[in-house]
């Protein structure tokens, strides 16, 4: 139709991934809705009537393309290189490598570590199901509120009670609790750097291999809970400075047969899909205790474990291509009901005891792809 006709309805064609059914339905797609007479005798009228048709089609059409656009960048295996620790290293689950950040140390301090590359083939997971007691991942769909990610008080309050919402929603556990988060994005930023002006923390993606906590390690962690939230390592004032669960609850779960885990919320923080350096993740299925560093890391006055392994040709990876912000990666660090390390006490246990996880550059990367932002926000797990 010509712009004569409805000139003040016209208006510029966006990149087809961008076209919504609704912008479609305004232009005459001749292939899926060709008008019986020619577009100079359409009336407004008659085009108004057309419109339900060809939104149908158009969204169809828009679809379809989408589809075609994702495929062609989402290949359904790439070959990465990962890191992991040389084969030399000493293995075991008492750790054995030794690092040191922070204050008074240099950053990369490491002794007793060496790290090396591995090339490994990652499937795109978008069309298969993962759970957490199998696998120890998931990826659910989860739309928040609007929240300003770069705003201490806004993560706290809002976002934190969103994630333990999410969690306990995934797991059916009775209780989560949020208590430490990171934001990984360019340290360039204009958002980045004001919030390491206020004495935030921005970090850059995490590309070794690795589980967040040793078994020492998780279980100390669940009991700092029970401080409040000022005398954490992290300290969380926003929180409150009352305890958030009483030293006795925690001794049931670790010392008794009650179950309890400690796992990760990962969100893409940006409006754009997430093109550069996604997650990989390992089948927790897949994971041998023999292949694991126990590292321990020294943050100032705090310490901290966490299982690096080497690489495995027994391993399989998974990401999910192009996360969008309206979408969550739900990520198991520990679960005291995992066979290889539950009590005897435990009669219900999974598979999975954790996931391996790691950043990685997708070679098929489009040159110019933006850095990512995204943010993973750890909690205690109670069942």
């Not at 333990?164 to 209780?175: I, N, P």
């Not at 000022?230 to 305890?243: A, C, F, I, R, Y």
Request: charged share 25%; proline share 6%; with cysteine.
């Amino acid at each position: 139709f010509g712009s004569r006709s409805f000139g003040p309805m016209m208006q510029p064609l966006a990149p087809i991934t961008q076209i919504t059914p609704l912008q479609a339905s305004k232009f005459q797609l001749v292939s899926l809705a060709r008008p019986a007479v020619p577009a100079k005798h359409v009336t407004e009228e008659s085009f108004r009537a057309s419109l339900p048709l060809a939104s149908i089609a158009c969204a169809f059409a828009c679809r379809t393309l989408q589809r075609y656009v994702r495929k062609a960048y989402a290949q359904d295996v790439v070959q990465a290189k990962l890191n992991f620790q040389a084969d030399w290293v000493q293995r075991g689950l008492r750790y054995s490598g030794v690092g040191f950040t922070g204050a008074g140390c240099a950053p990369g301090n490491f002794e007793f570590c060496e790290s090396e590359s591995a090339k490994v083939s990652i499937k795109n997971g978008r069309s298969k199901s993962f759970d957490l007691d199998n696998h120890g991942f998931t990826v659910v769909d989860d739309k928040t509120e609007p929240i300003n990610f770069y705003n201490e008080k806004e993560i706290c309050q809002k976002y934190y009670p969103a994630c333990e919402k999410l969690v306990q929603k995934v797991t059916g556990a009775s209780r989560v609790i949020a208590f430490y988060h990171t934001i990984r994005a360019p340290q360039s930023s204009t958002k980045a750097k004001e919030r390491t002006r206020k004495g935030g923390k921005v970090e850059g993606p995490a590309t070794q291999v690795h589980v967040d906590y040793s078994q020492a390690c998780a279980e100390r962690q669940v009991r700092i809970l029970s401080k409040p939230p000022t005398e954490w390592p992290d300290p969380k004032g926003l929180l409150g400075l009352q305890s958030l669960i009483t030293t006795e609850e925690i001794d049931e779960y670790l010392r008794g047969a009650k179950r309890w885990g400690i796992m990760n919320v990962w969100r893409n923080l940006s409006d754009a899909p997430v093109r550069r350096t996604p997650v990989a993740l390992c089948d927790g299925r897949t994971i041998d205790l023999d292949e694991i560093v126990t590292f321990g890391v020294q943050q100032g006055f705090d310490s901290k474990e966490y299982y690096f392994p080497v690489h495995s040709e027994k391993h399989e990876w998974h990401y999910f291509p192009e996360m969008r912000k309206e979408e969550a990666i739900i990520i198991k660090n520990w679960d005291s009901a995992g066979q290889q390390f539950a009590r005897k006490a435990c009669k219900n246990t999974v598979p999975t005891t954790f996931a391996y996880h790691s950043a990685f550059e997708d070679p098929n990367t489009p040159e110019g792809t933006p850095l990512r932002e995204s943010m993973e926000v750890r909690m205690a797990v109670l069942w």
